[in-house]
Every structure is written in structure tokens, then in C-alpha cells.
């Protein structure tokens, strides 16, 4: 029997070990086939709401956020980018020299939902970011991937010129930080079960199998 499942994947634009997670858990769920029938929704977290538009240098943000030094830096990120590659996404860590503001990138993933292209956004998104080295707050790149995404280009055009999804996108935020949500990607299934951090595939089909077997 095929168990409905709702999988609510709270992340950022610019968090390598949510594209990590999404990647593990989209693999997880092609291991458990047709135990469950999963329907994801792409949920707004910004690690850095107050960025300025144009970015920082990112080691330089590393270093004043968490203490990171040069040396551990350069080993996070060959970490990230073993780990993405053992779950088939190609980080180019060399490419991605500044963290930006993805507010925007949030305001169009809300209306992608409605549209029915959230999924194939957030990668696209993901791939602009951390393969490509591109600012995923930047307008231009925004609409060019919501057009590889298959969504209407003139009308993302006119979101990112408005104000259109602001209020619900922070809301959203604000839901998720109000419910203890500090660090991402958190998974949350079926409203009860919370997945923290980018999991192996083998955790996340444990969790799966683990949560249609008692609901």
C-alpha cells in the first residue's frame, strides 16, 4: 500500500548542505518507490536575511560568522564538495567567490509552487549558485533560470520588479523560525517528523521507511 507523504524542505539558495540533503532525500525516496508517494514543498529560510545586495567575499563572512579560519574553510569546502559529488551534484567551489541575498530567489520559488516548477527552480537555482559561481539575487539571473526552470519569463519579470510574494515568503520564514527552525535544511514529514541537516541517502530512506511503517 502506497502511504501519502507530505515533506516539507525548509532551506536556503545559498546552503551547500542543502542541496546535499535535497539530492540524498530525492535518491532516498527512489530507493523506497512506490512505498510512498512524496509531495515536497520547497520552504523559505535565509541564512543571511540582512545581506547586502551586491554580497560578501564569502571566506571573509565565514570567518566573521563562525570564527572559520583560512585553513578550515578550504577543508569545508573540499568536504562539500566530496559529499556533493557522492550524491551526483558538482560543486565548483572555485566559482563561488561571495554569498549574496536570496530574498528574491524565496519570492519566486512561492509562486514557482503555485505554478507547479518548484522542483525544477530550486535545482536550477542550486546549479546557478554553486556550479555556475552566479548571484542568485541578481534579477537577470533569476529570470533566465525561471526560463530553464519552464516558467513564464515576462511574469517572473514582473514579480522580481514588485513586491509580489513578499508578505507570504516572510511569513513562511517567520513560521518555521517560530517553530525552532534555526539551521537548514531541516525536512519535516507529514507535519510531526523532523530530518535535520544533510543526511546520507541511507539515513534518509532509514527515516522514510521508518515514518510511512508508523503513520
Excluded at 551586491?54 to 578550515?72: P, R, V
Excluded at 536570496?102 to 546557478?128: C, S, V, Y
Excluded at 530553464?148 to 519569463?153: I, T
Amino acid at each position: 500500500m502506497t502511504k501519502p507523504m507530505k515533506i516539507d524542505f525548509v532551506s536556503d539558495v545559498s546552503c551547500p548542505w542543502c542541496v546535499i540533503g535535497l539530492h540524498a532525500l530525492e535518491q532516498a525516496l527512489d530507493r523506497v518507490g512506490d512505498e510512498v508517494r512524496a509531495d515536497i514543498h520547497f520552504q523559505p529560510f535565509e541564512l543571511n536575511p540582512n545581506m547586502v545586495p551586491e554580497g560578501e567575499d564569502i571566506d571573509e563572512h565565514l570567518a566573521a560568522k563562525y570564527g572559520a579560519s583560512a585553513e578550515q574553510a578550504a577543508r569545508n569546502r573540499e568536504a562539500i564538495r566530496e559529499r556533493g559529488e557522492s550524491v551526483g551534484f558538482r560543486f565548483n567551489m572555485g566559482k563561488r567567490g561571495r554569498i549574496y541575498n536570496t530574498f528574491d530567489a524565496h519570492r519566486l520559488l512561492h509562486w514557482a509552487h503555485e505554478e507547479g516548477r518548484q522542483k525544477e527552480l530550486k535545482h536550477a537555482l542550486f546549479k546557478a549558485y554553486f556550479t555556475d559561481g552566479e548571484n542568485p539575487g541578481a534579477h537577470e539571473v533569476l529570470l533566465r533560470v525561471a526560463g530553464e526552470a519552464g516558467l513564464d519569463v515576462a511574469r517572473a519579470k514582473e514579480i522580481l520588479e514588485s513586491d509580489a510574494y513578499a508578505e507570504q515568503t516572510r511569513e513562511q520564514e517567520q513560521f518555521y523560525l517560530d517553530q525552532g527552525i534555526h539551521s537548514v535544511p531541516a525536512v519535516i514529514v507529514n507535519d510531526r517528523y523532523l530530518i535535520q541537516g544533510g543526511q546520507p541517502v541511507e539515513a534518509f530512506e532509514h527515516a522514510l521507511r521508518q515514518i510511512a511503517s508508523e503513520d
